[in-house]
């Protein structure tokens, strides 16, 4: 009888399956939670430049205003578009009246798109509430 050190080719094969099984059953879902982590970060990035465009126009009517006026104004975004993490972000007329910022899924994965206007609601799609526009909660 001989002395046979390592693992049959069976039992690699065997080994290799069981794996193949394993990251058959999980990637669906790794692929599940990304797409909410970049929704869920599309959704808060849309809600803070509603904040700072609210706090923006607040400082525009305030006759004398506090100094972090000047920070909130510059930390608004651009008007333009910019694509990141799986979102095109868009804005226009920021530091207007009628301003709109939009964040709309990029690569075709995430599955809400979301936008703020100068009303101050933030709204989704394709939820509804109620039957009528949809708006996020």
Not at 6 to 13: D, K, N
Not at 44 to 55: E, G, I, S, Y
Not at 82 to 96: E, L, N, Q, R, V
Request: hydrophobic share 40%; glycine share 6%; proline share 7%.
């Amino acid at each position: 009888m001989k002395n046979e050190k390592g693992f049959s080719l069976i039992e690699l094969m065997i080994v290799c399956m069981i794996a193949a099984v394993l990251v058959c059953a999980f990637l669906p879902n790794a692929t599940r939670v990304l797409n909410a982590v970049e929704t869920r970060e599309a959704h808060d990035d849309v809600r803070q430049v509603q904040q700072l465009a609210t706090a923006s126009i607040l400082c525009a009517v305030n006759p004398t205003p506090p100094p972090a006026c000047a920070s909130i104004s510059a930390s608004l975004p651009v008007n333009g578009s910019i694509t990141s993490d799986g979102y095109t972000y868009a804005a226009t007329g920021m530091g207007t009246s009628a301003w709109t910022y939009t964040a709309t899924p990029a690569n075709g994965q995430a599955t809400d798109a979301f936008y703020v206007d100068v009303t101050g609601i933030l709204r989704c799609s394709p939820r509804t509430v109620n039957g009528g526009s949809p708006i996020c909660p």
